[in-house]
């Protein structure tokens, strides 16, 4: 997976990553996007190569890096859709100190 996944090239190359992520797990885009906070048809168009927000992108890599797990992200969805428990452990994560 390339390093630069916010430049214009590399977003499609990181898009075509997650998808065959995706089907090497076996998972609907429901199913694998809604871990991430995001709707099917966003994560579609995710696929397609259409701009992956930082802050998504962010969450994946350290979903990937197994900084943040599967129950840290059901937890943070959740909770009213308040991640703040997520949000705190992302600043512990990256050095941050709020």
Do not use: C
Request: no cysteine; net charge positive; charged share 25%.
């Amino acid at each position: 997976m390339t390093k630069d996944i916010f430049g214009e090239t590399s977003d499609y190359i990181y898009a075509k990553n997650l998808k065959s992520l995706r089907k090497v797990w076996r998972e609907n885009q429901t199913d694998f996007w809604y871990r991430f906070g995001v709707t099917q048809s966003r994560g579609s168009r995710f696929e397609k190569g259409i701009g992956i927000p930082p802050s998504v992108a962010i969450l994946i890599e350290l979903y990937l890096e197994k900084k943040v797990s599967d129950t840290d992200l059901l937890t943070a969805l959740h909770n009213n859709n308040q991640p703040m428990g997520l949000e705190l452990k992302v600043h512990s994560i990256l050095g941050r100190n709020n």
